[in-house]
Nanobody, 126 residues
């Protein structure tokens, strides 16, 4: 069974940067649309961004656009979330998720992603 494992979380000061990684144990990684979601304390899980399987097109939530970048390395079965200019409101557990056959209008819907990692904590604080 395919598993997703996130890493790279931690404590960072406001304005700092982090890079999260999500590695898939399966051999069909390149066929997945890979999404990043986050859940802050007391809040619902929300869409952060996604990268498509074909073409590698990326889409982002308005709250992170211009600060976060998603990339993927299919040879390593890994997707990355590069986070710059971090703010305290970015503090959350970050999850990666994988899905197939997701149409463009549905990429922000977490219900469309069938595989999920366990998450990694990101804390932005001075």
């Amino acid at each position: 069974q395919v598993q997703l494992v996130e890493s790279g979380g931690g404590l960072v000061q406001p304005g700092g940067s982090l890079r999260l990684s999500c590695t898939s144990t399966g051999d069909t990684f390149r066929s997945y649309t890979m999404g990043w979601f986050r859940q802050a304390p007391g809040k619902e899980r929300e869409f952060v961004g996604t990268i498509r399987s074909m073409g590698g097109h990326t889409y982002y939530a308005d709250s992170v656009k211009g600060r976060f970048t998603i990339s993927r390395d299919n040879a390593k079965n890994t997707v990355y979330l590069h986070m710059n200019n971090l703010k305290p409101e970015d503090t959350a557990v970050y999850y990666c998720a994988a899905g197939t056959g997701i149409i463009l209008s549905a990429i922000r819907g977490q219900e469309n992603y069938k595989l999920w990692g366990r998450g990694t904590q990101v804390t932005v604080s001075s």
